[in-house]
């Protein structure tokens, strides 16, 4: 498969995975049937997510270099968040702001260090 479609579902991924984080955030937690559907949503995002950056990474034959690595633990980090949200371990700012830090870590690594998004 030609690389911008990995690129291209990866994008997809990442709007996906981070509307249903937001959905998870909005939401009562107390209500658990109410966080079926976000929940899927943000699996849905995660899965896309990962494979498509495997396959990305297979295509361009790039191995595991560090910054793949480091995308790879934050994203992670990023899929555990359900439970965080699910069981407010955290504080709901401090979720927002986190999610969002390790959000623009990840596309950060991603951006500067990929080869199809370079000229």
């Known amino acids: 498969m030609d690389p911008g479609i990995y690129k291209i579902i990866h994008f997809v991924g990442l709007i996906v995975f981070f509307t249903g984080i937001g959905s998870l955030l ?4 107390k209500r658990p ?3 079926r ?3 899927m949503i943000h699996g849905v995002g995660l899965l896309l997510l990962l494979v498509s950056g495997f396959g990305l990474q297979a295509k361009l034959k790039l191995g595991f270099p560090g910054w793949f690595t ?3 633990a934050i ?4 899929g555990a968040m359900i439970a965080v949200i699910k069981r407010k371990l955290i504080p709901t700012p401090i979720v927002y702001l986190l999610v969002i830090v390790l959000g623009s870590a990840a596309a950060d690594l991603g951006f500067s260090n990929s080869m199809i998004l370079r000229p």
Do not use: E, G, H, Y
């Open 37 to 39: 559907r976000p929940a």
């Open 26 to 29: 909005a939401l009562d937690p």
């Open 33 to 35: 049937a109410a966080l």
């Open 75 to 78: 994203l992670i980090v990023l």
């Open 70 to 72: 480091a995308k790879l």
